[in-house]
């Protein structure tokens, strides 16, 4: 099991939020020590960095699964199946490490999506 599977989603998103707040505030500071003025994109990147902090906070995400897309995926050969926040991290774990995400899923009783 990953480190990052031994915690719990609450305490992953915390860290999350953490992170990407923890990035912004670094990014202002050292504007501010160079006196640099942010570009676009820099000014962009906080505000992107801030939307996934609250989006982590929120607590508000639904999954969903759209059968359509689901099929059209499969019949490209790429398994689609919908994935618990809990098997997530190790879902990520086994894509980082190349590993087959259809034997995966069916060492798990996840069912994959049929093409359409």
Known sequence: MTPIARRSLRTNLFLLALAAIGL????????EIMRLQPCPLCIFQ???FLLIALLALSDQGAPAYDHS??????????????????????????????????QWAAARGIVTAGPA
Do not use: H, K, V, Y
């Not at 912004?24 to 050292?30: E, F, K, N, P």
């Not at 490209?76 to 590993?99: K, N, S």
């Open 46 to 48: 906080r505000l992107l």
């Open 24 to 31: 912004t505030l670094g990014g202002w500071a050292i504007g």
């Open 69 to 102: 897309i689901a099929s059209a995926l499969a019949g490209m050969g790429a398994p689609a199946f919908a994935c618990t926040p809990e098997l997530f991290p190790d879902l990520m774990a086994a894509a980082i490490e190349r590993r087959d995400l259809g």
